[in-house]
């Protein structure tokens, strides 16, 4: 009966949904979902960098520019969103114990990634990937998983942090 009065009034209001990442909690944490984005971020940047350099520009390319502009700022939130959950979720005393410049760590990756929101300077997000890495390294650091660093096989072609899942 309940139910149903609360469909009722939902079908006249219209009640938002509500969005959580996994306040259950899951327990699945990954990283990664933040370096893909601070990858994206630079791609997107030397995208933005392609077409700027053109002699000659059409509607198209203003047209393209704001589209990898847009994409940019959300691959910048996405960014600030995943380490934000991986921060607030799963960091708890005995992380911030083995890992005590977290706080620090994960502001300044908001920082940056408003830094990156806020311009196309390929450094800023080279910079963002740096921090996201040595977030992600934190982060296997807590959960005793050794990583290693390689050249993602994919633009931009920077280092990415990896967990040693064989070791």
Known sequence: MIYNLVKIIDNIIGFKTAQAHCDI?????????AQLAAL????LMDLIQEIEGKDDMRVADYSQIARLVSEKE???????EAVSVIWGDYFKEPQF??????????????VQASKCKQNI???????????????????WFTKGVGVYRVSCPYPPR?????PDLKG
Do not use: W
């Open 97 to 110: 114990e083995q890992v005590p410049n977290m706080h620090r760590l994960a502001h300044n990756i908001m």
């Open 121 to 139: 300077d390929r450094k800023e997000g080279e910079a963002l990937v740096e921090l996201v890495n040595e977030f992600a390294e934190a982060f």
């Open 40 to 43: 994206s971020c630079v791609r």
């Open 158 to 162: 920077l280092d990415v942090v990896y």
């Open 25 to 33: 909690p899951c327990k699945i944490y990954d990283p990664s979902t």
């Open 74 to 80: 959300s691959a910048s939130t996405e960014v600030k």
